[in-house]
């Protein structure tokens, strides 16, 4: 049974070429077994999109998710820094069959953002096709610098 997917010669190849002529068949071959997926992180695919906007009464947060389920998100703000999480464990269940190989994929993906001036109470969140809205509100301060005129 461990045998039956090799691993890739190519990524796990520490000695020398024997030079057969048959590393890129067997190259092709782990590549075609391994199901598309490629062994090393890539950051790209780690994360998800967010795109935040500065309006003139609020912020406007938008992050791209999906197949992502409203239950699988975990949002919160924290003073000033907005957290978006993600959990997700991905299982097919197909009882009843034989299975020689069978895989499940659990992912986590966290995003932090420091919003300055938020109004924590008055923050609304929406899930839509895909796409979390997080609208926050910003909290009018009175301005921090001031002219001093000298006598």
Not at 53 to 61: A, G, S, T
Not at 66 to 95: A, F, Y
Request: net charge negative; glycine share 4%.
């Amino acid at each position: 049974m461990a045998g039956l997917i090799p691993f890739n010669r190519r990524s796990y190849n520490v000695l020398p070429r024997t030079g057969t002529g048959f590393e890129d068949f067997r190259n092709m071959l782990d590549d075609f077994f391994s199901d598309g997926l490629v062994p090393s992180r890539n950051l790209l695919r780690d994360t998800f999109k967010l795109d935040i906007v500065e309006k003139e009464n609020e912020y406007l947060v938008e992050a791209e998710m999906p197949g992502v389920k409203k239950d699988e998100i975990d949002l919160n703000i924290d003073d000033e820094t907005l957290c978006i999480s993600i959990n997700r464990i991905e299982e097919s269940n197909n009882d009843g069959k034989n299975f020689i190989h069978r895989e499940r994929r659990a992912s986590s993906m966290c995003r932090r953002v420091r919003l300055n001036d938020a109004k924590l109470d008055e923050i609304t969140a929406k899930l839509d096709d895909g796409v979390l809205t997080v609208t926050i509100p910003k909290d009018v301060k009175k301005a921090s610098f001031r002219k001093i005129d000298i006598d």
